[in-house]
């Protein structure tokens, strides 16, 4: 059967079945259409945690504190040490250099909450590589030091078949003062 007649018979199929056939036609098309790729996304999804690295065992093997000054105790044994914060830069640009990303200097900002007498190191870098190992090198960062967040993470790429992604990402430290009491 050639195109022309079956747009023929396609035309009087529609016109036999009427407008509202048509449109539910065309709805249930749109429907399984969309079924399939929320399903395909999905699966998506479900295969790529497995590539990120494991949490740290004592993050997993940690009892949970008993009561409120137990738990509080135990936050502020979670926290880094300022007096360390430049350290932690260095250990950045090493994982950095292991996981091949290029890494510029990045901006830096201490930062003080006095209700929790928590200081805070905010680190915004500028980072150059693969998407995968900007991803690689977050997630290990964060193994290394467990009293950072992983704040923000901005990609660009300047065309779709550019393998190389410029990033920017911004890591916040909390930090006590050595010496201090909570």
């Known amino acids: 059967m050639n195109a022309s007649a079956f747009l023929l018979r396609l035309q009087l199929l529609t016109q036999r079945a009427g407008a509202a056939a048509c449109v539910a036609a065309a709805l249930l098309i749109v429907g399984a259409a969309g079924m399939a790729w929320a399903l395909f996304a999905r699966s998506a999804l479900q295969a790529a945690p497995a590539t990120l690295p ?5 993050l997993v093997e940690a009892a949970p504190p008993r009561n409120a000054n137990e738990n ?3 936050f ?3 926290l880094g040490e300022k007096r ?3 350290q932690q ?3 950045l640009f090493g994982i950095a250099a292991k996981t091949n990303l ?3 200097q990045g901006e830096y900002k201490f930062g003080y909450d006095k209700a929790s007498r928590v200081s ?3 680190i915004n870098l500028p980072v150059r590589g693969p998407y995968a190992n900007i991803w690689q090198f977050s997630m290990q960062a964060l193994a290394a030091m ?3 967040s992983l704040d923000e993470v901005n990609f660009r790429r300047d065309t779709i078949t550019d393998p190389v992604v410029e990033a920017r990402v911004r890591f916040t430290l909390y930090l006590k003062d050595t010496g201090v009491q909570p």
């Open 54 to 58: 494991a949490a740290p065992a004592q």
């Open 72 to 74: 509080l105790a135990a």
């Open 76 to 78: 502020y044994e979670a």
């Open 84 to 86: 360390y914060a430049e």
């Open 89 to 91: 830069i260095r250990t």
């Open 102 to 104: 290029s890494l510029d």
């Open 120 to 122: 805070t190191y905010q």
């Open 146 to 148: 467990p009293f950072a």
